[in-house]
């Protein structure tokens, strides 16, 4: 019988991700094209699950959340609900980092570079 997963993902949550990886904003192919394959140095993963959130990119080497927020991140309301998410993925050892939507085309490789630096940082100890 195989052994229980430590931590499970709601079923639901799952097939948000996979529905969620199709099709992506433009920001968002961006910064997949330009991280998948390792070329940055570290593997990651687009809208993996994580307890009851969905993370736009997440590096499990350095257990690093990346955030693509476009105009709906703007609320009020909104605001508030990612400040929550990210305390609850902070208290659990991940660090997240967020850009906004236009910086993924204007800014694609000052983005990049924050996101290698931050594995850097993260996998040389600074967990």
């Not at 079923?11 to 968002?28: C, G, K, N, S, Y």
């Not at 993996?48 to 693509?68: M, N, P, Q, T, W």
């Not at 927020?69 to 659990?92: F, Y």
Request: net charge positive; aromatic share 8%; charged share 30%.
């Amino acid at each position: 019988m195989p052994k229980p997963r430590a931590h499970s993902i709601a079923p639901e949550i799952l097939q948000l991700a996979r529905d969620f990886r199709h099709p992506l904003t433009a920001p968002e192919a961006n910064i997949w094209h330009a991280v998948r394959n390792r070329q940055l140095g570290f593997k990651f993963r687009r809208q993996h699950a994580i307890g009851r959130f969905i993370a736009d990119f997440y590096c499990a080497e350095s257990k690093l959340v990346i955030e693509i927020d476009g105009d709906t991140h703007a609320a009020p309301d909104q605001k508030a609900c990612d400040a929550a998410r990210t305390a609850w993925l902070v208290e659990r050892g991940f660090e997240v980092i967020r850009f906004q939507a236009g910086e993924g085309d204007r800014k694609l490789q000052g983005v990049l570079e924050a996101i290698r630096r931050a594995c850097e940082t993260r996998t040389a100890g600074g967990r």
